[in-house]
Every structure is written in C-alpha cells, then in structure tokens.
C-alpha cells in the first residue's frame, strides 16, 4: 500500500487488475515496485515455488525441468530494463481505439536480476532447425467472446521470440526485481525480461520453454499484439516487437498554472526499442522552436533517460508544450499517430496545455491524472 507520500496507482480493471502508475508523480529513475504499473490479461495465479517447474522442450536435444533453487544456483546477471505495455497512451488515439484506456503511465524502470535465456537453451542443447522460442505463462482464460477475435476456448499467455533474440544479453529469465523477490502480479516465481521490447514480449509466470522450427501463430501472436507492415507494398500483418522511440512530459501536468517570470522545470522519461536515446527536444510554443533538454543519469542500454529543461515564461497566457525523443538509430518521434498500428504503439508527441499567469493563483493546485 501506498504510504501518505506516495500517490496511488490508478485502477484501469479491476478484475484482472489492470493498474497505471500515476506517471506525473515520476520522480526516480527506478521505480518502485508498489508504484509499478500492472498488465494481466487473466487473474494472477496464485504459483508456490516448491512445486513449481520450468520445463523445456520442444527442438531440443535433451529436455530439461528445473525448479527455482536450481535457477537461482546459476550465474546471475542483473540490468535495468524499462518496459512498456504496447497499448500505453491508447487513450490519445483519435478515434477511440477498443482497449484499457492506458493514459501514460503503463510504463516503468525496474532493474532485473535473473539468468540468461540464452543459458537455459545452451543447457537443452537447442537443434540447428530452431526459428523461435516459445515463452508460456501460468495465467490462462477464456479471450472476450464478444470480440471478433475471440479465443477458441481457454489459452495460456504465450508468446515467442526470435532465436536471435532470445540468445541475446538482452533477454533473462527474472526472479528479482529492484532487488527483492518479483511478487504475485509481476509475475512470481519467474519472468522474461525482453529488453527492448514491448512488455507483450515480458511474459509472467513462466512455467514452459519451447523452441519452435516454424513461427508461432498463437492467439497473442497472430490474433492481438500485431501491427501493419508496409514495407512490400500491400501492408501484412506482423507481431510487435520493439518498442518505438517516445518522450513523455510528467511535469507540468495538463492544466497547470505557472507564474510568469518564474523558472519552471519541464521534466519527464525517454525511452526506445533496442537503441539509446541520444536527444530529448523540447517546445513550449512561444515561437522559439525546438530546443535541447538535459538527459540526467547515465546512459545504459534498454533503460530509460530522465530528462529536463528550464523553462522561463515571459508573457502570460496559454502554451502548448511539446517533446520529443530521437534515438540512436536516427528514429524521430512523430508528431501524429499513424493507422497502421491498430490500437498499439501510440508513440506520438503529446502535447500539454498550460497557463502562464501574472500572480499565484490562492487555491492550491493538483495533479490531473
């Protein structure tokens, strides 16, 4: 629970719980687990370590099981890695896209500690006809019969990576998060962390590994999760993957009062897919154009920038405030959504509206979630 100092998380589902951390409260480049967004697509399960497996199996030579001492007995590594649900900021698509209304806190920092996907797989000894790497979660359900997607019957949560990518340093199998033991809802007793990636990819509750010789269709594949790909001509329909380039201003919050003549601090996250974030630019819509923010902390691969700009008002009125993140590959943020998204990976810079007045206003402010 939340102490008096801490704003609370916002509740999208209640069941199964869907919750935003309140992204206007971003202060740390970790944050804490209490305040960590939650994504289920089922009812978390309730998993006791001492009975629990990891099997895996599949295009493999030898077919493993392990239990959680035998994991936590390997060689650890730990990296901070932000994840982002594919659907945050869905609540700016214009029209409304079906979907939890993420505003712009399912998002969040975290440092991991695990071991290697890559380790396991080297263990079973993975065949020369391996293409994919089938990750399975605990969770399972019945999809909304009442969307034109609809499961046939009861799933699991799976999803697949690409062999490459799940050999990667970038990818671990976590029983760790910000140094204590992951919990129930982020995914206890183990979790893939895809650094990168969209947190579809970060399957929770892992309990089977199967290396695959052809792509996987699942549900979560090939029915949700997806986007268009126009790269031949006629767009296809492709799973996500990567995460796009993206800043996010958590101060001032939509609405705000600032004092004319008055130092203000404009602050908030950048992150992107597999490259850092090499610039964050910001406009505050008095004509002066795009100007360079400070990216605070050091650069570390798949984590996030903090970042800031000094903002002194000169003229009271209204102001249209704006950032952008441009990452190492050369990928800009755009400044519109796109369609070919379906109601996923809303990357584009989203503006917020301030009013700059001559004397402090009497009554005090709040935050606008």
């Known amino acids: 629970m939340p102490t008096p100092h801490q704003p609370s998380l916002i509740v999208r589902q209640k069941s199964p719980q869907n919750i935003e951390f309140p992204f206007a409260s971003l202060s740390d480049w970790l944050i804490p ?27 493999v030579e030898r077919p493993i099981e392990l239990d959680l001492d035998s994991i936590k007995a390997m060689r650890s590594t730990t990296f901070t890695a932000v994840v982002e649900c594919a ?33 396991i ?31 046939p ?3 699991a949560f799976a999803r697949s990576l690409p062999l490459e990518k799940a050999i990667a340093d970038s990818t671990i199998l976590a029983y760790s998060m910000n140094e204590e033991p992951l919990t129930r809802d982020h995914g206890y007793p183990l979790r893939a962390v895809v650094g990168g990636w969209f947190g579809m990819a970060w399957v929770k509750w892992i309990t089977h590994i199967t290396v695959v010789e052809q792509p996987f269709l699942g549900y979560w594949q090939a029915r949700d999760y997806f986007r268009w ?37 404009i602050f908030g996250a950048a992150w992107s897919g597999e490259a850092v974030i090499r610039q964050v630019q910001v406009c505050t819509g008095d004509g002066r154009g795009w100007r360079e923010g400070r990216l605070l902390e050091t650069e570390r691969p798949f ?24 990452d190492g590959a050369g990928c800009v943020q755009p400044d ?13 810079i989203v503006p917020v509206e301030v009013s700059v007045v001559a004397e402090p206003q009497t009554y005090e402010e709040e935050f606008v979630i």
Request: include cysteine; proline fraction near 6%.
């Open 33 to 59: 687990t209490e305040l960590f967004f939650v994504r289920n697509h089922f009812p978390s399960p309730d998993l006791d370590a001492r009975d629990w497996r990891l099997r895996v199996g599949g295009a």
């Open 229 to 265: 790909e126009r790269s031949l001509g006629e767009p296809r329909l492709v799973p996500l993957a990567e995460m796009e380039v993206k800043a996010q201003i958590a101060r001032p919050v939509q609405g705000a009062h600032l004092i004319v003549g008055q130092p203000y601090r």
């Open 153 to 155: 019957g009861p799933i």
């Open 121 to 151: 797989l080297e263990m079973a000894g993975v065949k020369r006809t391996a293409r994919e790497v089938l990750l399975a979660g605990a969770d399972s359900g019945v999809v909304d019969t009442n969307k034109k997607t609809a499961s």
């Open 87 to 119: 659907g945050n900021g869905r609540v700016y698509y214009v029209p409304p896209k079906e979907g939890l209304q993420w505003q712009n806190g399912a998002v969040g920092n975290a440092a991991w500690t695990g071991v290697l996907l890559r380790e």
């Open 336 to 348: 519109l959504q796109r369609s070919d998204c379906e109601s996923y990976a809303a990357n584009w």
């Open 303 to 326: 984590a996030w920038r903090l970042w800031e700009y000094m903002w002194t008002p000169e003229e009271v009125g209204r102001y249209i405030l704006r950032c952008r993140a441009i």
